[in-house]
């Protein structure tokens, strides 16, 4: 198994446009969250996603949207691009949703640059 | 509102030094934390988690709730522990970490 696996690696858009970027999780893992990553700081929680229903969402606008296919993928959807969302974006997938196990495990992240 | 912090952005020790990682935490509820690591080039990846009460590669972190700490130590370290660490924060509402700044670990010779 690859692990999480994202695509793509790098994008490049200019203010206004619409971005789509896509998560493949570990074979039998049923959750993916999306976490944010601006230089110089940690993370930050985007959404949460289990069995293709959103179970968290972080403070960000609704210009940012998600979803979860039935094969367990997900897709992180970012409209009228702003150049603050300049960032590395995070994918993590773990088993299950909620309880005491806390792990999860991430993919190399999309590096977006908004022009 | 749960949040983490990692007073130091780098922290800079010689080959066979003790090692200490501050986090502190503030939540209201049941804190569950971990210890995030990510090596030059590599992915983001667990590195130990409170619950466990384990030592991984030399790591061990104590929860003190009365200090709401959780801070990472190693007694010598090694090149190989030069990284950037983030403390996190399990909130099990969703599963959503919050993440501490980080702080990079440079181990010199």
């Known amino acids: 198994d690859a692990g999480v696996t994202q695509s793509p690696t790098h994008l490049i858009k200019t203010r206004g446009q619409h971005v789509t970027l896509r998560c493949s999780p570990i074979?039998?893992?049923?959750?993916v969250s999306w976490y944010q990553q601006v230089l110089g700081q940690g993370p930050q929680f985007i959404f949460q996603y289990y069995e293709k229903e959103e179970r968290g969402r972080g403070n960000f606008p609704d210009r940012f949207s998600a979803r979860q296919f039935p094969n367990y993928s997900s897709e992180l959807n970012v409209n009228a691009l702003l150049l603050g969302d300049s960032a590395l974006y995070l994918c993590a997938s773990s088993l299950e949703y909620g309880g005491a196990w806390g792990e999860q495990f991430f993919g190399p992240g999309t590096r977006l640059t908004v022009l | 509102a749960q949040r983490v912090t990692q007073p130091e952005k780098l922290l800079s020790v010689f080959k066979g030094a003790p090692v200490e990682l501050k986090c502190n935490y503030s939540?209201?509820?049941?804190?569950?934390l971990f210890w995030y690591v990510q090596y030059s080039r590599q992915r983001l990846q667990l590195l130990l988690r409170?619950?466990s009460r384990e030592s991984i590669k030399g790591f061990t972190a104590d929860l003190n709730k009365g200090e709401t700490s959780f801070h990472l130590k190693k007694p010598f370290a090694q090149e190989e522990d030069s990284a950037m660490y983030y403390c996190a924060l399990y909130t099990g509402t969703a599963s959503k970490l919050t993440f501490g700044t980080g702080t990079r670990l440079q181990v010199t010779l």
């Open positions: 939540y209201s509820g049941s804190p569950e």
């Open positions: 074979s039998g893992h049923k959750s």
């Open positions: 409170h619950i």
